[in-house]
C-alpha cells in the first residue's frame, strides 16, 4: 500500500493518467464526482479535461474503463467544450467500447454516442460509426448499426443525415453474419419510419427474400408521422413544446408542427445517378428516322426502359430530346407520340433541374403562348386536357408567381372554354377558374370575371372551395411538361426537397416571376409587373399575405338603398337639405355632413351611401365654391376614414378631375383624389383620373391632373403603376396645343424618370427634337437624384407587413419598362440559309454570315426572344477555329443581350454556358471579350440562371488554367453581390477546393480570392463538411485557407432600403416602432458596410419568421446584426476580470508573452472577450480588414465615456487586444489604437483606476516596443501615453518595464527609453530607480559607450539629469566606468552647468500626488492651455510651472502640484471675458493645521526625495491649492482665497510657510488684477462693488506680504515687473476713479508701491523698472502717463540708493542701464516728447558714480564689448566731470587710466592709483572716501606695496590710515554677519563687499549671446584676487560657484528667463551644499548658514539647517 499514498495525493487529472489501474479509477470517480458539481459549462475547470477524455474511453483495464465512460459521459452533457473532443472521443468508442463484452459498457458508449449529437456534433459522431462499419469486428458493425438506429428514433432524419447510412445499407444486408443483417433489417424499419417510400428505390437490388420481410414490417407500421423525442441544445423551445404536448396527453396534438417535425425526405436525393446516353443502342438515331413505325417504337422502347432509371447521370442530351421531340410533334403513329412524351416525361424526371436547358425553360411564364396557342384547337378534348393542365399548374403557384399579366389571358380564354358546347370543356375550365381564384384570391381574379353571370361565378367559386393547394408546403414544378402539349396525361408532382424548376423557385420566394426583369438585386424574381397595374399596386400585391389584403370590393348599390344606410348614419335635416335651392342651407347641410363623417366609427360608416348623396343634384355642377370646397373635403374624410371601395371611388372620381383644375377648389381636389388612391392604391386610381382628364377637353384639368400625378408618384413610389397607359396619356398630352399640359407632361416625365431610368427616353425619341430637348432638360435636372422613399401608400389593408418585395419594384421598374418597348420578331429574317453560311466550311462565308446577323440585330434595335436556329449556330462558332470569327461572334452576343433584355434568360443554359468555355482561351484579347460577352449577359439576365444545375461546376472541372482563372475571378466578383444563390453552388465546392491545389498559381490565387464569396453564401460549415473528401494533406492546408476566409467573408448585400420610410412612418403597426427607434439610436458610423438607410429597416426583424418562403432568409444576419448594435459594446461581467487573473496565474491559460502574437493567443482573446464585449463589435475586432479595427476603434471612443465601468471590467482585454493592434503594419490603426488609449487614461486617471500588475504586465512591455517607431508622430504619441500611465500605476514600476526597454535591439527604442528613464527620475526623484539607484545607474551608463549616437546622447542626458537631481553621489553610483565614457560625461555635466536651462523640463502636470479635494478645482482645470495665448502668456505659464517644480528649495526635491491645483493661466488671460468659470463651493482651509501633517490618501507613487519633508509637501500643496484659486474667474473664491492667504501673512509665526510661493502668488494676483481689468470692469452685469472689495483684498494682502522683508525679497524682477505694470495700470484706471470708493483703492495703491520699491530685492526691483521703462517707451499704445509713473518709482529708488548702494548687485544693474542705452541711444532719447527719461538716466546714473567713484567701473564685467557700450564713456565723463568739481590734480591721470582699472598691473599705474587715493585721505572733505579706497585696494591687490607711500608721511598719518583701515574692516565684517537677506552667504570667513556680486557672469550671458572661454578665465583671475584666493593652487579648490558669493538673482528682462534664473539658483544652492562640508570649520565659525539667499529658501532657522548639513553629510559617508 506504499505507493498508493504516493498517488493519493496527486491532483485529478493526474491521477487519470496514472499508470496504476487503481488510481485512474481512482481518479476516474472522483472526475465524475467533480463533473457533476460545476455548474458553470463554461468554468475553466473543463479545458484541463479536454485531452483525457479520449483516455477516459479507450483505458485498457475493463473496470476502469466503465468507470471512465460514466465520467465522460458527464463530461460531454456538461461541459462547453466538449465538442472539441468528439472525432476522438467517437472512434475512441467505436473501436475500443463496443467490442467490449461487457453490457453495460456498449450501453455507455452509445449514450456518450448520442449526448454528442445533442450537443450539435451529430455529423463527426455519424461519420464515425459509418467508418465502424468498415470494421472487421461483426460486434463493433453490429453496435454502429443499434448506435445510429438509436439516434434516428430519438433525433429524427432533420438531424441524422439519411443518404450516407442509405448508400450502405444494401452491403449490410449482404453480410456473412446474421446478427448484423438483422440488426440492419430494424435499421431499414427504423428509416422507412421516417421517410417512407423514399426508401423503396434504394433497397429494390437487395435479396428478394429480405426485401418480402422488410415489407412485411413496413406494414405494420403505424402511419402516424414519427416525431422527434430527444432534441438538440439549440431545440430547446421545441422540446419544452413536446413535454408540453406530452403532458397533457395530446396524442395528435402534434398535427401542426408534424410538417415541421419530418422533412420530407426526396428519394432521388438518395439514389445512385445512371448514366444512360452510352447505353442507348448504336443505331438509335437511324432507327428513329425509320420509315417502319415498328422501328421507330423499338428505338423508342429501348429509351424507355433506359428513362426508368429514377436518376440520370448530366450529359449533353440535346440530340436525344432533340428527336423525340420532333416524334412527339411530327409522328403520325399516336401511340409514338404517347411513348416519346412518356420518355420525355422520363428524362425529365430523371434529370430533374438539368432537365431544364432543354425545355426552353419551363415556368408556366414561358410556355404560356404556347398554352394558349393550343386552347383555340377545334379538338374538344384538347381543350379539356389544356385546362386540366392549366388547373395543375395553377394549384403549384402562389399569389406571387401568379401575376395578373399571366392571369389575364389565361382567364380571358377560360371564359371561353365555360361557355364551351362541350360539357367536359365546360367542367375543366371551371376547374382551372377556381384553383386560379384559390391561389391568387378574389381582389386579383374578380376584375376578369366581371361579365360572369351569377350562376357560373358561383360555380367557380365552388370549385375554388375543393381544390387542394400545393402551395403552401414547398411544391414541385409543373415544369416537367413539354410545351404543354396536353398528350402527357398529367405532370407527375415530383416532391419537395428537389427545389427544381423555375417555377417553383419563384414560388419560394414572393414576387411574381415575370419574364423580364433583369435580376440586379440578387436573383430574386422581382414583382410588379406594369401591365398588373390595375387594382395590384402597392401592398395588395404582396404574396406573403395571400388572401387578408384582400380588397374592399363591394356591389354597386340602388340608389334608394344608399339613402336608407345614409339616413341612418347622418342627421335629417341633413339629407333634405342636400339638394335645397339654398346655397347657404346647403353650406349649414355640408358643415353638418362633415361633423357627422368625423364623428363615426370606421366599421360604421357607409362609404358608397356617403358618397353617392354627394353626387345627388346638384352633386358635381354645384355652383357655389364654399359648398363645393367642403364637398370635396368630405371625399377626402370618408376616404381615408372608412373603408373605402373602388365602386364608391368610380362613384365620385369623374366630379373631382373635373374641380382639380377649378382656381378655388382644385386643391380640395387633389386631396380628395390622394386620400382616394390611399385608400384604392395609386396604380388604379392614376389609371382612371387620367382617362377621365384625358376624356374631356378642358385643359386645365389634363395639366393639373398631371400636376398632381407627378406630386403622387413621389409620395406613393412607382410601384405597380401602369408605364405603357402613361406613357400613351403623355404622349397624347405633349402633343396637346395647351403649353401648361406640354409642361405639365414633361415634368410627369421627370418624376418618372427618378424610377424608371434611362430606358424612358427610349419612347419618345420620334418626338420633334424641340420636345426632345425640353425632355432631356428635364431629365438632366433629374440625373444624379434618387428617387425619394414613398410616405404614403402602405395601405391599411396591407398589414404593414414591411416586407421587401415592395422596395424591389421600385429597382426594377427600369427594366419593365424595357419590358414594354416594341420589339422585333426576326424569328423570319434567320433563315435556313443563313444558318449554314454561318456553318459553311469556308472562314469567308462564314464571316459573311456573321456580319448579316449583325446588321440584322442592328436594324431591328429590340428584339423578341425568338430567334430561330440562332443559338446553335452561333454555338458552333464560339470554338471556330478562326479566333477573329470567335470574337465576332461573341461580340453578336453582346450585342444579342442587349437587343432581346431580360429574355436573353431563356438562351443562358444553350448560349451563355459556351461563352464560359471560350474564357479558356489561350488568347488574351479572346478571353476579354468573353469576359465582356458575361457580363452583359449577366446584366441582363441576373446570376440565378448561371448558377443553377451542373453547368457552372462541369466548366470548372476542366483543368484549363486560363477557364479556371477567368471564371473564378468572375465568380468573385460577382457572388458578394447576390443576396442568394441556389443550392447548386455547392457543386462547385469540389472543384474550387482542386483550383487551391493548382499547379498554375494564378489559379491558386483566384481559388484563394473566390473562398470568401463562395463561404458567404455557403457558410463555413457546408464548405468545411466539403473538405471530407479530399487527401489529410489537403484537407489541412484547404482548412486552413477556409479560415482564414471565415475572416474575410463579405456581408451579405442588405435588401434594398427604398422605404426605409415605411417603418417609421405613421402607418407602420407598433410592433416595428421600437425596434426602429432602437436602430435609430445606434448611429451610422456603428453600422457596418451597410448603407445607412438600412437603420429604419430594422423593423424587419420582426418579420423573420416569414422567412420560411426563402425570402427573408439572406437578410437575416444583417437584422440581427443591427439590432445588436443599440445595447452595451462592453458587457459587465462579474467578477470576470478576477477570474481570469486567476487562470492567467494558475496557468489554466497562456500567459500574455510573446514575441509576436500567435494564433493561439488571438483565439484565447477571442474566447475570453465573447462574453463580455458585444457580438458584433468582436467581430469587426477581430477582422481580418484593418478598417475594421479602425471602426471598432472609433465605436470604443464613441462609448468610453458613457461605458466606463464596462471598460474598467474589460480593461485587461482592451488592453491585450491593443497589444495585437501595435503588431499591425497598418499605420492608421496605430494612430487609432494610440488615439483610444489617450483617451482611456485620462479617463482611468479620472476616475482614480490603478492598473493591476497583470494589466501592466501583459500591456506596457508591447507599448514600449512602439516607443522605437520610425515616425515621430507615434513615438510623440507612446511618450505621452507613458506619462499620462504614471497617474494609474506607479513609476518606479514603469521604470522597471521602460527598464527593459532599453535592452532592445531597436537603436530609436533605446534611446526613447532612456530619456523617458530621466524624465521620470527628474520628476520622482531617485526613489523611481529600481531595484536600487545604484543597479540602475549602473545599466543606464552602459549605454554611454552604445555605437548608436542618439542612444549614447540619450544615456549621457539621462544621467546628466540625475546628477542634476541627485548631484555628485551620481558617480559614486554609477561605479567605475571606461575612461573614454567618464570624460563624455563628466564634459555633458559641465555643458550642462554652463546652460541652466537645457536641464529638460516636465511639467509638473503628470505627478500623481493625490491630494484630498482633487476634484473640486478640476472641471475648470481640466482645459488644456487655450491656443491663441499669446507667447508672453504661455511663457508665463510654463514659468509658473517650473516655479512649482522648484519651489521646494534645496531641502527636498521638488514637492508637486498636483494637476488639479496649476493654474491654468492662459485659460483665466484669455482676455474677451468669455472664462466665466464656474467654481464648485469652495473647501475652507483650516490654517491652523497647516503646520500639522495633512494625511494624504496613501499615495500609490512613493515620497519622492531621500529627505522628503512631509510638512513642507502638505503645507505647500494646501498653499498652492489657495493660491490658483486666488486667480480664479469667480471673484468670491479669489476674494476667499486672498482671505486665506492675507490671514497667514498677518501671523508672523505661519508667514514662512509661504516663502518659495511668493512668485507665484504675485503671479496669481497679477493675472487677477489683469483679468479685474479686462474682463470684471467691462461687465455690465457686475456689481462694481464686489471689484472694490476684491481690489481692496489683493492690495491689503499684498501690503501684508510686502511688510515682512523677508518674504518680500523672493519675489523675482520678472514678477515685479509685471506686479509694477499691473498696480501703475490701475493708478491709471478712469473707470476705478468713477468706482464709489475708487479715489481710496487709488490711494492704497500708492502707499503698496512705494512699499513694494522699500521693501523687494533692491536690485531686482531697480531692473525691473529699469525693463519696465523701456518697454513703455518702446510701446506706441502705452500712454505717456505710465512711462512717468514708471520714472517716478525710479527717482525714489534714486532717493534710497545712498542706503541701499552696498545690497545692490550693480554689475546687473549696469547691464540694465547698458542695454536701455542701445536700445535708447541718446540721440533717440533727446527725441521722446519728454525730457524726463534722459534726466532719470542722467541722474540715475550720476547717483551711481557719486555714490561709488571710480569703482563704479569695475561693475561693467556683465557687459559683453564694453567698448560698443555708450555707458562707460557716459560714466567716464560724470567721473571726470565730479574730479573736475573737486579740484584734484591727479584728474588727468585718473581720466587716462579711467578706462580700465582692472587692468592696470604696471608699476607706474599702480603708484599713480595710490598716489591718488593718498591725495584723498590728505584732502578734509574726501579722507573717508581715500580710506575706503585704500581698503579696498589692499584687499583687491593684497601684494600691493604702500609702504613707500607711508615712510614718507608723519607717524600720526601712518597710525591714523592704519586705524582707519581697522575701523573699516570691523565695520564690514559685522555687516557681513548681520542677517539681512540682501547679502548672500560668504564663504571663507573673507569679507566681500557686497558690492562684488559678479557671479552672473559665470552663468552666462544673459543676452544670450555666446562668450568665448578667454573672456571667462580672465574674469576668473580677477574675481580669485578680488577673492584674495591664490591663483596658484587651482586643483584642489572647490568649483567657482561656491566660492563667489551667490547672486540674489541675476538680470532678468522679465517672467521669461526665470527659467534660468530658478535653474542656477537651485543648482548652485545645492552646490553650496556639497562642499559645504568640505570646510564644514570656517563654516561655523563665520556664521554661513545665518541666510539662505535663494528666493525659494523656506527656513531661515540655524538649527534647521544645522541639523540638515548633518543629515547631507551622513548620507554622503
Avoid at 468508442?93 to 450537443?119: H, T, W
Avoid at 374624410?637 to 382644385?666: E, M, P, R
Avoid at 453582346?894 to 444553350?910: E, R
Avoid at 543606464?1340 to 539621462?1358: E, K
Wanted: net charge neutral.
Amino acid at each position: 500500500m506504499g505507493d498508493d499514498s504516493e498517488w493519493m495525493k496527486l491532483p485529478i487529472d493526474q491521477k487519470c493518467e496514472h499508470k496504476l489501474w487503481k488510481a485512474r479509477l481512482n481518479g476516474y470517480e472522483e472526475a465524475l464526482k467533480l463533473f457533476q458539481k460545476i455548474d458553470d459549462e463554461k468554468s475553466p475547470e473543463w479545458s484541463k479535461y479536454l485531452g483525457l477524455i479520449k483516455k477516459f474511453v479507450t483505458d485498457s483495464n475493463a473496470v476502469a474503463q466503465l468507470k471512465g465512460l460514466e465520467a465522460a459521459l458527464a463530461y460531454v452533457e456538461n461541459a462547453h467544450v466538449a465538442g472539441k473532443t468528439t472525432g476522438e472521443v467517437a472512434s475512441g468508442v467505436v473501436n475500443k467500447v463496443f467490442n467490449q463484452p461487457k453490457a453495460r459498457a456498449k450501453e455507455l458508449g452509445l449514450d456518450i454516442c448520442l449526448m454528442y449529437i445533442e450537443i450539435e456534433k451529430g455529423e463527426a459522431v455519424q461519420e464515425e460509426l459509418l467508418k465502424g462499419l468498415d470494421n472487421k469486428n461483426p460486434k463493433i458493425i453490429v453496435a454502429c448499426i443499434e448506435t445510429l438506429r438509436k439516434a434516428l428514433s430519438e433525433f429524427g432524419s432533420k438531424i441524422i443525415s439519411l443518404k450516407p447510412i442509405i448508400k450502405v445499407l444494401p452491403k449490410l444486408f449482404e453480410s456473412r453474419e446474421k446478427a448484423v443483417r438483422d440488426e440492419a433489417k430494424l435499421l431499414a424499419v427504423e428509416i422507412y419510419r421516417w421517410i417512407r417510400d423514399a426508401l423503396r428505390p434504394p433497397l429494390q437490388n437487395i435479396n428478394s427474400v429480405q426485401l418480402k420481410e422488410l415489407e412485411e414490417e413496413w406494414v405494420k407500421l403505424s402511419s402516424a408521422a414519427p416525431k422527434q423525442t430527444r432534441f438538440l441544445r439549440s431545440q430547446q423551445e421545441l422540446k419544452a413544446k413536446f413535454e408540453q404536448q406530452q403532458a397533457v396527453g395530446d396524442a395528435d396534438g402534434g398535427g401542426d408542427d408534424g410538417d415541421e417535425a419530418v422533412p420530407q425526405v426526396d428519394a432521388y436525393e438518395l439514389l445512385e445517378a445512371v448514366e444512360i446516353l452510352s447505353k442507348l443502342p448504336k443505331d438509335f438515331y437511324d432507327k428513329i428516322e425509320a420509315k417502319k413505325w415498328q422501328e421507330r417504337k423499338e428505338a423508342l422502347e429501348a429509351v424507355e426502359m433506359l428513362v426508368k432509371n429514377p436518376k440520370l447521370e448530366a450529359g449533353d442530351y440535346a440530340d436525344l430530346v432533340k428527336v423525340l421531340k420532333k416524334v412527339v410533334g411530327k409522328d403520325t403513329n399516336v401511340m409514338l407520340v404517347a411513348l416519346a412524351a412518356k420518355c420525355l416525361a422520363g428524362l425529365a424526371a430523371g434529370l430533374r433541374k438539368k432537365f431544364g436547358q432543354y425545355a426552353g425553360h419551363t415556368t408556366l411564364q414561358n410556355i404560356s403562348e404556347d398554352v394558349l396557342a393550343v386552347m383555340d384547337n377545334k379538338n374538344p378534348t384538347i381543350k379539356q386536357q389544356t385546362s386540366l393542365f392549366i388547373a395543375r399548374s395553377f394549384r403549384h403557384c402562389s399569389p406571387s408567381t401568379l401575376p395578373k399579366s399571366l392571369l389575364k389571358p389565361f382567364c380571358a380564354a377560360l371564359l371561353k372554354h365555360i361557355n364551351d358546347s362541350a360539357p367536359e370543356v365546360r367542367d375543366a375550365g371551371f376547374e382551372a377558374l377556381g384553383t386560379a381564384l384559390k391561389v391568387a384570391g378574389e381582389k386579383a381574379v374578380n376584375p376578369f370575371l366581371a361579365d360572369v353571370d351569377k350562376l357560373k361565378l358561383d360555380r367557380i367559386k365552388e370549385c375554388a372551395e375543393k381544390v387542394e393547394l400545393v402551395y403552401g408546403k414547398k411544391m414541385g414544378g409543373t415544369a416537367d411538361k413539354k410545351e404543354g402539349k396536353p398528350a402527357i396525361g398529367k405532370a407527375p408532382v415530383l416532391s419537395g426537397a428537389a427545389g427544381d424548376k423555375e417555377t417553383k423557385d419563384a414560388a419560394a420566394k414572393p414576387g411574381p416571376l415575370k419574364k423580364a426583369p433583369a435580376m440586379k438585386s440578387g436573383g430574386l424574381p422581382k414583382k410588379g409587373k406594369p401591365a398588373a397595374a390595375a387594382g395590384m399596386g402597392g401592398a395588395g400585391a404582396k404574396g406573403k399575405k395571400g388572401p387578408e389584403t384582400k380588397e374592399i370590393f363591394e356591389s354597386e348599390l340602388s340608389i334608394e338603398v344608399c339613402e336608407e344606410k345614409a339616413a341612418a348614419v347622418l342627421p335629417a335635416s341633413c339629407i333634405q337639405q342636400l339638394d335645397s335651392g339654398n346655397w347657404k342651407e346647403r353650406l349649414a347641410c355640408m358643415e353638418e355632413f362633415q361633423k357627422a363623417v368625423e364623428l363615426m366609427e370606421r366599421s360604421e360608416m357607409p362609404c358608397q351611401a356617403l358618397v353617392r348623396m354627394l353626387a345627388k343634384k346638384p352633386g358635381w355642377k354645384e355652383t357655389n365654391f364654399q359648398v363645393m370646397q367642403i364637398k370635396l373635403h368630405i371625399v377626402a374624410l370618408v376616404a381615408q376614414k372608412g373603408n373605402f371601395s373602388k365602386t364608391s371611388a368610380q362613384i365620385v372620381l369623374d366630379g373631382l378631375v373635373d374641380k382639380v383644375g377649378d382656381v378655388k377648389c382644385g386643391s380640395n381636389a387633389k386631396e380628395a383624389m390622394t386620400a382616394i388612391a390611399e385608400a384604392c392604391q395609386l396604380p388604379w386610381t392614376a389609371e382612371q383620373v387620367v382617362a377621365m382628364a384625358f376624356s374631356q377637353k378642358n385643359p386645365k384639368n389634363q395639366s393639373e391632373t398631371l400636376n398632381w400625378l407627378s406630386n403622387a408618384i413621389r409620395e406613393f413610389g412607382f410601384s405597380g403603376l401602369n408605364v405603357k397607359a402613361f406613357i400613351s396619356n403623355v404622349k397624347t398630352a405633349l402633343a396637346a396645343t395647351n403649353p401648361a399640359v406640354r409642361t405639365s407632361a414633361i415634368t410627369l416625365l421627370g418624376v418618372m424618370y427618378l424610377y424608371v431610368g434611362p430606358p424612358l427616353r427610349m419612347f419618345f425619341e420620334d418626338e420633334k427634337p424641340a420636345l426632345l430637348s425640353q425632355i432631356d432638360a428635364e431629365f438632366e435636372k433629374m440625373q444624379g437624384q434618387t428617387a425619394p422613399a414613398p410616405t404614403r401608400g402602405i395601405s391599411r389593408h396591407s398589414g404593414g407587413s414591411g416586407d421587401d418585395g415592395e422596395e424591389e419594384e421600385q429597382e426594377d421598374v427600369g427594366n419593365d419598362v424595357v419590358d414594354l418597348l416594341p420589339r422585333t420578331d426576326i424569328g423570319d429574317k434567320i433563315t435556313t440559309e443563313l444558318v449554314s453560311k454561318i456553318g459553311d466550311k469556308n472562314w469567308k462565308i462564314r464571316k459573311e454570315g456573321l456580319d448579316e446577323v449583325t446588321s440584322i440585330i442592328n436594324d431591328a434595335k429590340f428584339i423578341q426572344p425568338n430567334i430561330g436556329e440562332l443559338p446553335g449556330a452561333l454555338k458552333s462558332r464560339l470554338n471556330d477555329s478562326n479566333k477573329i470569327l470567335v470574337q465576332q461572334t461573341l461580340s453578336i452576343l453582346q450585342q444579342l443581350a442587349a437587343a432581346m433584355g431580360p429574355n436573353i434568360k431563356q438562351h443562358v443554359k444553350n448560349l451563355g454556358v459556351p461563352i464560359i468555355t471560350v474564357l479558356g482561351d489561350s488568347k488574351n484579347t479572346v478571353r476579354a471579350a468573353a469576359l465582356a460577352t458575361v457580363n452583359a449577359w449577366a446584366e441582363q439576365t441576373g446570376m440565378k440562371e448561371w448558377l443553377e444545375g451542373e453547368d457552372l461546376s462541369e466548366e470548372l472541372k476542366k483543368e484549363n488554367p486560363f477557364l479556371r482563372q477567368e471564371l473564378l475571378g468572375w465568380l468573385a466578383e460577382k457572388l458578394p453581390t447576390l443576396r442568394s444563390v441556389p443550392s447548386d453552388l455547392l457543386l462547385c465546392v469540389p472543384h474550387l477546393y482542386s483550383c487551391l491545389e493548382d499547379r498554375n498559381g494564378d489559379v491558386r490565387k483566384k481559388a484563394q480570392d473566390a473562398l470568401p464569396s463562395f463561404m458567404m453564401h455557403l457558410g463555413f460549415e457546408k464548405m468545411a463538411k466539403a473538405t471530407g473528401k479530399l487527401k489529410p494533406t489537403s484537407k489541412d492546408q484547404v482548412l486552413a485557407m477556409l479560415e482564414k476566409a471565415k475572416a474575410n467573408m463579405p456581408a451579405k448585400p442588405a435588401p434594398p432600403a427604398k422605404a426605409s420610410s415605411r417603418v417609421v412612418g405613421g402607418a407602420a403597426p407598433a410592433k416595428f416602432q421600437p425596434t426602429s427607434g432602437l436602430a435609430e439610436d445606434s448611429g451610422s458610423n456603428t453600422m457596418e458596410s451597410k448603407p445607412d438607410p438600412k437603420k429604419a429597416k430594422v423593423g424587419g426583424a420582426s418579420s423573420k419568421a416569414k422567412g420560411v418562403q426563402g425570402k427573408k432568409v439572406p437578410t437575416k444576419p444583417n437584422l440581427k446584426e443591427d439590432d445588436d448594435k443599440s445595447g452595451p459594446i462592453f458587457i459587465i461581467v462579474p467578477n470576470g476580470k478576477e477570474q481570469r487573473m486567476k487562470d492567467e496565474k494558475g496557468l489554466k491559460v497562456l500567459k500574455w508573452n510573446f514575441t509576436t502574437p500567435r494564433d493561439e493567443y488571438i483565439e484565447q482573446l477571442k474566447t475570453q472577450m465573447s462574453s463580455c464585449v458585444a457580438k458584433w463589435l468582436q467581430d469587426e475586432m477581430f477582422h481580418a480588414d484593418f478598417q475594421h479595427h479602425n471602426k471598432a476603434l472609433a465605436v470604443m471612443i464613441e462609448h468610453l465615456e458613457s461605458e466606463k465601468d464596462g471598460v474598467i471590467s474589460c480593461l485587461d482585454l482592451i488592453l491585450k487586444w491593443l497589444t495585437l493592434r501595435f503588431f499591425d503594419t497598418n499605420t492608421s490603426v496605430l494612430m487609432k489604437a494610440l488615439e483610444y488609449l489617450k483617451l482611456l487614461f485620462n479617463l482611468l486617471s479620472q476616475e482614480e483606476y490603478h492598473l493591476t500588475e497583470n494589466e501592466a504586465s501583459s500591456f506596457i512591455p508591447y507599448l514600449i516596443l512602439k516607443v522605437g517607431e520610425p515616425k515621430d508622430v507615434i513615438r510623440k504619441d507612446v511618450r505621452a501615453i507613458l506619462n499620462r500611465m504614471c497617474l494609474i500605476y506607479p513609476a518606479s514600476k514603469m521604470f522597471t518595464f521602460i527598464m527593459e526597454g532599453t535592452k532592445s535591439k531597436n537603436s530609436k527604442q533605446r534611446a526613447e527609453c532612456l530619456e523617458e528613464l530621466g524624465c521620470l527620475v527628474e520628476s520622482y526623484g531617485m526613489n523611481v530607480c529600481q531595484p536600487t539607484p545604484g543597479k540602475a545607474l549602473k545599466e543606464m551608463a552602459t549605454h554611454i559607450g552604445d555605437r548608436d549616437n542618439t542612444v549614447r546622447n540619450a544615456a549621457l542626458n539621462t544621467i546628466v539629469t540625475v546628477y542634476n537631481v541627485h548631484g555628485d553621489q551620481v558617480f559614486k553610483l554609477i561605479g567605475n566606468l571606461s575612461e573614454k565614457d567618464m570624460s563624455m560625461l563628466e564634459e555633458r555635466i559641465k555643458r550642462s552647468a554652463k546652460r541652466p536651462a537645457a536641464a529638460p523640463v516636465r511639467q509638473a502636470e503628470e505627478k500623481p500626488q493625490r491630494v484630498q479635494n482633487i476634484n473640486t478645482n478640476a472641471s475648470m482645470l481640466r482645459k488644456g492651455p487655450a491656443e491663441d495665448m499669446s507667447s508672453k502668456l504661455k511663457i508665463m505659464y510654463r514659468t509658473y510651472r517650473i516655479q512649482n517644480r522648484n519651489m521646494g528649495g534645496h531641502s527636498e526635491t521638488t514637492h508637486t502640484v498636483p494637476r488639479e491645483f496649476q493654474l491654468d493661466l492662459d485659460e483665466i488671460e484669455n482676455d474677451n471675458g468669455t472664462v466665466r468659470c464656474e467654481m464648485p463651493a469652495l473647501v475652507q482651509h483650516k490654517l491652523d493645521d497647516i503646520f500639522e501633517p495633512v494625511l494624504i490618501p496613501e499615495p500609490k507613487i512613493r515620497a519622492v526625495s531621500p529627505h522628503f519633508d512631509d510638512l513642507h509637501s502638505n503645507t505647500a500643496s494646501t498653499i498652492n491649492f489657495v493660491i490658483s484659486q486666488v486667480a480664479s474667474g469667480d471673484i468670491n473664491t479669489s476674494i476667499q482665497a486672498l482671505a486665506q492667504i492675507d490671514e497667514v501673512l498677518r501671523q508672523e509665526d505661519k508667514a514662512e510657510a509661504m516663502s518659495g510661493h511668493i512668485d507665484q502668488f504675485l503671479i496669481a494676483t497679477f493675472m487677477q488684477l489683469r483679468l479685474i481689468y479686462n474682463t470684471h470692469m467691462a461687465d455690465e452685469k457686475l456689481d462694481k462693488d464686489e471689484i472694490v472689495k476684491l481690489y481692496s483684498c489683493i492690495i491689503g494682502s499684498m501690503i501684508s506680504l510686502f511688510q515682512i522683508e523677508s518674504l518680500a525679497r523672493e519675489a523675482s524682477t520678472g514678477v515685479l515687473k509685471d506686479l509694477m505694470h499691473g498696480l501703475i495700470t490701475l493708478m491709471l484706471d478712469s473707470r476705478v476713479e468713477d468706482l464709489e470708493e475708487g479715489e481710496q483703492v487709488i490711494r492704497s495703491v500708492n502707499l503698496l508701491v512705494v512699499k513694494v520699491l522699500e521693501k523687494s530685492d533692491q536690485t531686482n526691483i531697480l531692473s525691473a523698472l529699469l525693463v519696465l521703462l523701456q518697454d513703455s517707451l518702446l510701446a506706441t499704445a502705452s500712454s505717456p502717463k505710465f512711462s512717468e509713473l514708471v520714472m517716478k518709482c525710479l527717482w525714489r529708488m534714486v532717493r534710497l540708493l545712498p542706503e541701499t548702494i552696498n545690497s545692490i548687485n550693480l554689475d546687473r544693474i549696469l547691464l540694465d542701464i547698458h542695454i536701455f542705452m542701445k536700445v535708447f541711444p541718446k540721440e533717440k532719447l533727446k527725441q521722446c516728447k519728454s525730457e524726463f527719461p534722459i534726466r532719470t538716466l542722467k541722474t540715475l546714473l550720476h547717483t551711481l558714480c557719486k555714490l561709488k567713484g571710480p569703482k563704479i567701473l569695475d561693475h561693467l564685467t556683465m557687459i559683453d564689448n564694453k567698448n560698443e557700450s555708450e555707458l562707460e564713456a557716459h560714466l567716464c565723463r560724470v567721473m571726470k566731470h565730479s574730479m573736475d568739481q573737486t579740484g584734484s590734480k591727479a584728474d588727468k591721470e585718473m581720466e587716462k587710466g579711467a578706462s580700465r582699472i582692472e587692468e592696470k598691473s604696471s608699476k607706474a599705474k599702480v603708484n599713480d592709483i595710490l598716489a591718488e587715493i593718498f591725495k584723498k585721505i590728505g584732502s578734509k572733505e574726501n579722507t573717508k572716501e581715500g580710506l575706503a579706497e585704500l581698503y579696498e585696494y589692499k584687499k583687491k591687490y593684497s601684494d600691493a606695496d604702500i609702504e613707500p607711500f607711508l615712510k614718507n608721511s608723519s607717524q600720526f598719518f601712518q597710525s591714523y590710515v592704519e586705524r582707519g583701515l581697522r575701523l573699516i574692516e570691523t565695520e564690514r565684517e559685522g555687516k557681513g554677519r548681520i542677517p539681512s537677506t540682501g547679502i548672500p552667504p560668504q564663504m571663507e570667513g573673507t569679507c566681500v563687499p557686497a558690492s562684488t556680486n559678479t557671479v552672473s557672469s559665470s552663468i552666462g550671458n544673459t543676452n544670450g549671446e555666446e562668450v568665448g572661454p578667454s573672456v571667462y578665465l580672465e574674469r576668473l583671475k580677477i574675481l580669485r584676487q578680488r577673492c584674495g584666493l591664490d591663483n596658484a593652487k587651482q586643483e584642489d579648490r572647490p568649483p567657482l560657484t561656491s566660492v563667489l558669493s551667490k547672486p540674489a538673482v541675476p538680470a532678468v528682462a522679465s517672467s521669461t528667463d526665470m527659467l534660468h534664473s530658478k535653474l542656477s539658483q537651485l543648482r548652485e544652492s545645492r552646490e553650496q551644499y556639497q562642499h559645504l562640508d568640505l570646510d564644514s570649520n570656517q563654516t561655523h565659525s563665520s556664521g554661513i548658514g545665518t541666510t539662505m539667499a535663494s528666493p525659494s529658501s523656506t527656513a531661515a532657522n540655524i538649527d534647521d539647517l544645522k541639523k540638515r548639513l548633518e543629515r547631507i553629510k551622513s548620507s554622503r559617508k
